[in-house]
């Protein structure tokens, strides 16, 4: 079991940059595949991010390629996105998620946060 809370959403204008964190509860952090998605209005989730459990693999989705980076710090039980160059079409309720296995599918996760609003003004 892990708990996942979000923070570092917030509103910002569209080329700037945000740090996303998601903190997690429980001593077994490494044993999870950490992953990132996005909801928009109306739209479906979007795979954004994902890390492996040691940070050395790492798998982006095409729309943020180039712009976010994620990071780990198991130390920390936290794992981070950050997001630059920013866009208005990033717009989105991001989430983080935790599953033993190494996927892009958010059915694949057994674990989410609550999400938070990140909101890029044009």
């Known amino acids: 079991q892990v708990q996942l809370v979000e923070s570092g959403g917030g509103l910002v204008q569209a080329g700037g940059s945000l740090r996303l964190s998601c903190a997690a509860s429980g001593r077994t952090f490494s044993s999870y595949v950490m992953g990132w998605f996005r909801q928009a209005p109306g739209k479906e989730r979007e795979f954004v991010a994902v890390?492996?459990?040691?940070?050395?693999?790492?798998h982006y989705g095409d729309s943020v390629k180039g712009r976010f980076t994620i990071s780990r710090d198991n130390a920390k039980t936290t794992v981070y996105l950050q997001m630059n160059s920013l866009k208005p079409e990033d717009t989105a309720v991001y989430y983080c998620a935790a599953d033993p296995q190494f996927t892009i599918a958010a059915r694949g996760y057994d674990y989410w946060g609550q999400g938070t609003q990140v909101t890029v003004s044009s």
């Open positions: 890390i492996s459990w040691s940070g050395t693999r790492k």
